[in-house]
Every structure is written in C-alpha cells, then in structure tokens.
C-alpha cells in the first residue's frame, strides 16, 4: 500500500518511456511497467509458460543480486550510509554517491577488460557456473 502512493506508481509515465519497465517481487501488483512473477493460484497450479516465465525472471533477479553483492564488496559505502537522509540536499547528495560508484564500476570493468584481466564479474560468472 505504501509503494501505490509514490510517484512511481502514481505517474508512472514520468519514469518509463514506451517499451521499458522495472521488475518487482509478486508483493507488488503486475503493471505494463511493472513485471512481476506469476502467483500460484489458490486452487491448481501456474501454467507451463508461467513457470517457464517465473524461471527466466528469477535468473535475472540472481544476476542482479550478484552483481549488488560485487558492488557492494568494491566499495563498502554501498553497504550502509553514514548519515540519515533528511532533506532534498542530502537525498541529492546519496543519488549523485550511487551514480559516481556504478560510473567507477563500469571504469574498471573497462580497465581490466583493456588490460587484460580478469574481472570481478567474471568470478562471481565462475561462482554461479
């Protein structure tokens, strides 16, 4: 109840252009821009392509916790902020800190690919495989 009530899901069209959405866990409700997996009803069971849906989407969901977890043990700061956000500044200051380490990120994937190197992305690909 509480996510209906923000600007997401009041204008969604300030966020998505046609053709993009956001995946959310089956809490949430299933939206053109919200894609959630498949509910098992009450009574029987999800279709085939339900499943096979559900399958692919929880494949996505793993990567991306993956690749949270490898941010987050490259830079610790993503792990907890150090301060409790309370004005539009601060909150300003927490997104622009967010941008600038997935911008570092993607630097140093770009480096190790350049130099030659192995990636942390590539060994949390080892771990999965």
Same mark, same amino acid.
């Given at each position: 109840?509480?996510?209906? #009530?923000? &600007? $997401? ?9 046609? /053709? ?38 929880? #494949?996505? &969901? $793993? ?9 987050? /043990?490259?830079?610790q700061s ?40 192995r990636s ?6 080892? /771990?999965?495989?």
């Amino acid at each position: 109840s509480v996510f209906l #009530k923000t &600007r $997401v899901s009041r204008s969604p069209e300030e966020f998505f252009d046609d /053709g993009e959405w956001v995946w959310a866990d089956s809490a949430y409700g299933s939206q053109t821009w919200c894609v959630v997996p498949f509910k098992r009803p009450s009574q029987g069971d999800l279709t085939a392509d339900q499943k096979t849906f559900n399958y692919h989407l929880s #494949k996505v &969901r $793993v990567r991306s916790e993956h690749l949270f977890g490898a941010l987050k /043990g490259r830079f610790q700061s993503l792990k907890e902020l150090r301060f409790q956000i309370q004005s539009e500044r601060q909150l300003e200051y927490a997104n622009m800190w967010t941008r600038c380490i997935f911008i570092l990120h993607n630097m140093i994937i770009k480096i190790e690919e350049d130099l030659d190197l192995r990636s942390a992305e590539e060994f949390v690909n080892e /771990g999965i495989d």
